[in-house]
């Protein structure tokens, strides 16, 4: 899982830079790489949020699992 969150913190940063690099496009008034930044910015924020969602998601169903397996002990006893 350590490997996943980095890229998701990567591609977290760099859309973040991305943007960044959007606003200062657009204040010289560079409106073409102004587009392609904040294109490739939302590709790579998109890319984060569903590493993010994927992640959440696998979490809650190994907690799903773990209450099922402690339900089965309990009644066992």
């Known amino acids: 899982m ?5 890229v998701i913190r990567w591609s977290l940063g760099i859309g973040l830079g991305l943007f960044g690099v959007v606003v200062f ?7 073409t ?7 490739l910015g939302l590709l790579a924020l998109g890319f984060a949020g569903y590493g993010a969602l994927d992640q ?3 979490r809650a169903n190994l907690r799903r699992r773990a ?3 402690q ?4 009644q066992g006893r």
Do not use: H, T
Request: proline content about 0%.
């Open 2 to 6: 350590g490997d996943e969150s980095r």
């Open 56 to 58: 959440a998601a696998e």
């Open 25 to 31: 496009a657009k204040s010289f008034d560079l409106i």
């Open 71 to 74: 339900r089965e002990r309990e």
């Open 67 to 69: 209450a099922k397996v």
């Open 33 to 39: 790489v102004a587009v392609i930044a904040g294109l």
